[in-house]
């Protein structure tokens, strides 16, 4: 979807570019926001208007709009909503601050997104899809059994593990320097088995696909059958396979380690701000979600433990 009108399309650019210098949005991050105010710019120009017209109850039809879906867009759910609205009302602040008026969207609330715990993997199935990765024989299945070891050691987003470049991991390895959401740094330590994991990778693995394609990434810590930079949708991928061929009928993704990883860490006894700097959290508020997972797990264990926890028929 492309934005075509000078004016509109410059101040969207202008929004975007402040958003990348000044507060150091990663480009995962602008796409999405471009996206969103493309969608926005079409929603109101069918209404023949240009920013300066919108008024309240053009952003209340639009959000609207977004939760009903239409010929050509889907409906979007309640999160899926609130950060295209978050993005518009940004926007709006932006425009109104830098060409002056009303802000027509300062008093327009984002639909609340049910709150939903995060579905983590017991160790044993966390254990499976690593096995499922493959035997070892080839560089791929040697590839992609470092990357699940270290997505979950690390409990890493998979957008900051691919970025890692291979001069990141340091000799001898017990940590890694994670470059976060808004440009934020944290160092995560690595476990045992994912050090010997990227280590086999690094060794018996990398060479031969960095060898293996026309447009060979030598900086690239993840390389994919080409040698370039493996993707996020090809992570994405090799989790999905290694946990259908592990049996695993749930649907997973890159960040079900993620939250396999923090839940994992407070079963074990972690304190919770220490989960929260793992994570790269900037609120502690955002990793006690997490901590209802587990009071889910206590009091599953007491139901099934305690001799009087049920009343027996």
Request: proline content about 3%; some cysteine.
């Amino acid at each position: 979807m492309s934005i075509t009108h000078s004016s509109e399309s410059l101040d969207i650019t202008l929004y975007l570019d402040h958003l990348q210098v000044e507060r150091g949005l990663s480009q995962n991050t602008l796409s999405a926001y471009a996206r969103d105010l493309a969608r926005y710019f079409e929603f109101i120009n069918s209404r023949s208007k240009d920013f300066s017209q919108v008024e309240e109850n053009d952003l209340s039809d639009f959000l609207t709009n977004l939760r009903n879906g239409n010929s050509e867009h889907a409906i979007l759910s309640a999160t899926s909503a609130a950060r295209t609205l978050i993005a518009v009302r940004g926007f709006h602040k932006f425009i109104s601050r830098e060409n002056g008026g009303l802000d027509p969207a300062q008093s327009v609330k984002p639909p609340t997104p049910s709150r939903r715990l995060p579905k983590a993997l017991s160790v044993h199935q966390i254990e499976l899809i690593i096995a499922s990765t493959g035997d070892g024989s080839t560089a791929k299945s040697l590839r992609d059994c470092a990357l699940v070891e270290l997505l979950y050691s690390t409990g890493a987003r998979i957008s900051e593990l691919i970025d890692l470049n291979r001069n990141d991991v340091k000799d001898p390895l017990t940590s890694l320097r994670l470059l976060g959401k808004g440009g934020k740094e944290r160092i995560v330590p690595v476990g045992k088995y994912a050090v010997a994991a990227l280590d086999k990778y690094l060794v018996r693995a990398r060479p031969a696909l960095l060898t293996s394609g026309t447009s060979g990434n030598e900086r690239a810590l993840f390389l994919n059958q080409r040698g370039s930079r493996l993707s996020r949708q090809s992570a994405w991928e090799i989790i999905r396979t290694a946990a259908k061929n592990a049996g695993i009928d749930v649907e997973i993704s890159p960040h079900t380690l993620r939250h396999s990883f923090a839940t994992h860490l407070l079963d074990g006894g972690a304190d919770i701000r220490t989960v929260q700097e793992l994570l790269g959290h900037a609120s502690v508020a955002t990793t006690q979600i997490y901590t209802l997972v587990t009071i889910d797990r206590l009091r599953e264990a007491y139901a099934s433990a305690h001799p009087r926890a049920q009343i027996k028929n």
